[in-house]
């Protein structure tokens, strides 16, 4: 059974900088795909980030493209989100998840975190 565990909440200002982690255990963290994804309140669930098994290839919404970095780090079992120049519409609850192929939507995603909050105010 994989488990994901997410870290890293957060109150920040606008403009301020905020790093989430994600650490994995249960299988082998190499033979996923990790996604970042969010939800705030009333809106769907949307697709923030996603690095492939070797952290080739990366993924980005537009909305976070050039602020947002997602990274691994295969020896520790753990997915990185570095979010940058932060703005108030960022304001969701943060969930990282994990996937046997290269997928940027939901619906691709086996395995799930409970997500973490991360609230930009002034």
């Known amino acids: 059974q994989v488990q994901l565990q997410e870290s890293g909440p957060g109150l920040v200002k606008p403009s301020q900088t905020l790093s989430l982690t994600c650490t994995v255990s249960?299988?082998?963290?190499?033979?996923?795909?990790m996604g970042w994804f969010r939800q705030a309140p009333g809106k769907e669930r949307e697709s923030v980030a996603a690095?492939?098994?070797?952290?080739?290839?990366?993924y980005y919404a537009d909305s976070v493209k050039g602020r947002f970095t997602i990274s691994r780090d295969n020896a520790k079992n753990t997915v990185y989100l570095q979010m940058n120049s932060l703005k108030p519409e960022d304001t969701a609850v943060y969930y990282c998840?994990?996937?046997?192929?290269?997928?940027?939507?939901?619906?691709?995603?086996?395995?799930w975190g409970q997500g973490t909050q991360v609230t930009v105010s002034s």
């Open positions: 998840a994990a996937s046997a192929r290269w997928v940027t939507a939901l619906s691709g995603y086996n395995y």
């Open positions: 249960g299988r082998t963290f190499s033979s996923y795909v």
């Open positions: 690095i492939s098994w070797s952290g080739v290839t990366t």
